[in-house]
């Protein structure tokens, strides 16, 4: 049995505080509804203000899918450089955040606006579970399959726009997968063999696995030809772009993760690439497989794929 922070301790409704890395805090209300609460912004990382509102706003709200809950509200949160940058970009980067709200069916019921040196946008996200339905990331169990929800490659596409060496096709790809809301978590949240659950955002695939396993005390093995890449990253890939933050990834995690001797340095790179609104990752029992996968193409997701499994060991990740 996994302890009790001291914090859950003191206040036993809180079901999920920040004692496991997990995507957002959960608070139960009463016996059937519990809270699931979450926050998230950041600077542009494409340069259409509408189609930056629109990524911002999904990736916030991926968390609240990520813990098997439902989305009923939201707050904007806003900082821009007050006189440097036109109301009307301002106003496009609200509209695009909008939009991908009413397409969830839930208000923007307020928010908090600062004047900031950059540019910042996002949202806070509350949600409603069982309590009993909540997903964590660290319940995970020896014999689970690894089943994971989105392509990988934003981060390489991403390192492509900002030196203006992206495709308008590629830009259409990357905007297609940081726009795709994580929706399956709401279904997954109704299967008993789903043990745990999180996305795939800043710390690439690896760390966030090993968030996984180090919280359920397991390790992984996955199998790199069974991952889902973005088909406009792979070339990228293999002319070397890069984010600086899939080597700082890299640094903070290397000691717990183990290559193929022979792996060339692109492999590392995907595996570390930071995923902005990235896929689910499932642990699930083998008996779950079918339902997980299915839940995954009915929304959409045709890229889902089983990518490994964990069992009992020292929490690591180990790549054939």
Not at 104 to 109: D, Y
Not at 175 to 187: H, K, M, R, S, Y
Not at 238 to 261: I, K
Request: glycine fraction near 10%.
């Amino acid at each position: 049995m996994l302890a009790l922070s001291p914090v859950t301790r003191i206040f036993p409704d809180l079901l999920v505080g920040k004692e496991s890395s997990d995507d957002a805090a959960v608070y139960r209300i009463n016996d059937t509804q519990a809270i699931v609460a979450t926050t998230d912004f950041f600077t542009p990382i494409v340069d259409d203000p509408y189609d930056f509102g629109r990524i911002a706003a999904t990736n916030a709200i991926s968390d609240i899918y990520a813990m098997g809950a439902t989305p009923f509200l939201a707050l904007g949160l806003l900082g821009m450089p007050v006189g440097k940058i036109p109301v009307e970009i301002i106003q496009r980067i609200v509209a695009g955040g909008h939009s991908v709200c009413e397409a969830v069916g839930i208000p923007i019921g307020g928010g908090h606006s600062i004047d900031s040196t950059e540019p910042i946008y996002g949202l806070v996200v509350l949600g409603l579970v069982h309590p009993d339905k909540v997903k964590r990331n660290d319940r995970a169990r020896d014999g689970d399959v690894l089943i994971l929800g989105k392509s990988l490659g934003v981060g390489i596409l991403s390192a492509a726009l900002k030196k203006g060496e992206l495709s308008a096709q590629a830009y259409q790809q990357m905007l297609a997968t940081t726009t795709q809301l994580n929706t399956p978590g709401i279904a997954l949240a109704e299967m008993p063999g789903v043990h745990a659950l999180t996305d795939i955002t800043g710390f690439g695939l690896l760390g966030h696995l090993l968030e996984i396993c180090r919280g359920s005390r397991l390790a992984a093995k996955i199998r790199f030809s069974q991952l889902p890449v973005l088909s406009a990253a792979r070339p990228l890939l293999e002319q070397g772009y890069a984010t600086g933050a899939s080597d700082r990834n890299w640094a903070s995690y290397e000691r717990d993760v183990r290559l193929p001797a022979a792996a060339p340095d692109w492999h590392r790179i995907i595996l570390t690439d930071p995923q902005t609104s990235g896929g689910l990752l499932v642990a699930c029992d083998t008996a779950s497989v079918p339902g997980v996968l299915r839940a995954f193409q009915e929304q959409g997701f045709p890229y889902a794929a089983q990518i490994g499994t964990l069992a009992a060991g020292l929490p690591s990740v180990t790549v054939i």
